[in-house]
């Protein structure tokens, strides 16, 4: 068995159904970090192991890009969430515009 995964019991629950969407057999280990929280390691079998970590990656790609869209982005200037991405800056933090008022800002 290859760890693919370890991560936050909650979080880690949305990749298990993806595994199982898939017919990937895992098993899970719940472990307690110092900090209180439960966290998953999710286990494969070896020959499991590519595809796997090809759906955990996929699946974690989707969560950011869900949280990114959920996130309740609007303008600092004027509060309109007529947004326009302008790219990343430098950092990699994302750049947004205003179509209401022009306000350029970093998210
Ligand atoms: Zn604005």
Redesign the pocket.
Known sequence: MKCIASLEADYAAGLQERLKTEAIPFQVQTVTHESGLDYSDILVADEYFDRACDIAEAWSSEQMTIAQSQSNR???????I??EYTGADSFGVSVWK??????GFAR
């Not at 609007?74 to 309109?80: K, L, V």
């Not at 205003?98 to 306000?103: L, R, S």
Request: proline share 7%; with cysteine; glycine share 14%.
């Open positions: 609007h303008c600092p200037a004027c509060g309109s007529n947004l205003c179509k209401d008022c022009g306000n």
